[in-house]
Every structure is written in C-alpha cells, then in structure tokens.
C-alpha cells in the first residue's frame, strides 16, 4: 500500500482544514487507518484512526471532538477533517496503514506516506 497525504497549509487558529491520504493497492479497504503528527525533536504522536469499515473511530484526547477521521474505501482515501484549530496542533501529519485496528503507537502501522505540514497561527 503507498499512500499520500495532502491538504496541509497555514490558517489561523479556529479555522478549519481536512487532510486528505489517498492509498493505491486493491487491498485499501481490509487496513485500518491512522493519523499521525510530528513537530520537530518530539517523537511521533497518535492523532486518531479508522477500522476497515468505517464503524470504529479512536481520537487522541486532544483533539477529540474537534476532529473526525472518515474513510470512502471508494475512492481509497481516509480524511481528517481538522476544526477549531490550535497553534499547538502545528506539525507535519502523516497518515499510516495497519493490517489490525486498534495501535496508537507507530510500531503498530505497516505503511507510511510522506507528512503534509500543518501551521496554526495565533
């Protein structure tokens, strides 16, 4: 599975973006999907994540009931529709595929794609 996110960009604090991580391969829809962020000389922090299905949904408390992650197995994408944004959700989001659902650690996620840069002003 290869996988590219995108939609990263810079707004101000309490506005709205939604990230975008399209995946090529026939076998999208079997993984469950993650997000993840990183800011510079911290370690890669669990964002939230997506069952196969859609049904099942798992949100770091910060960002819960800000943010909803969605997946259209269609379309092999999975999205993170990211509201009221914080200057502290600043940092590169990468989104990552995992064979089981459930991992908020990054050793539980099989494939990566490249980071999509996210900047929150004040």
């Known amino acids: 599975v290869q996988l590219q996110a995108s939609g990263g960009g810079l707004v101000q604090a309490g506005g709205s973006l939604r990230l975008s991580c399209a995946a090529s391969g026939r076998s999208f829809s079997t993984y469950a999907m993650g997000w993840f962020r990183q800011t510079p000389g911290k370690e890669r922090e669990f964002v939230a994540a997506?069952?196969?299905?859609?049904?099942?949904?798992n949100y770091v408390d910060s960002v819960k009931g800000r943010f909803t992650v969605s997946r259209d197995n269609a379309r092999n994408t999975v999205y993170l529709q990211m509201n009221s944004l914080k200057p502290e959700d600043t940092a590169v989001y990468h989104c990552?595929?995992?064979?089981?659902?459930?991992?908020?650690?990054?050793?539980?996620?099989?494939?990566w794609g490249q980071g999509t840069k996210v900047t929150v002003s004040s």
């Open positions: 997506i069952n196969w299905r859609g049904s099942r949904t």
């Open positions: 990552a595929a995992a064979r089981t659902y459930g991992g908020v650690d990054s050793v539980d996620y099989d494939y």
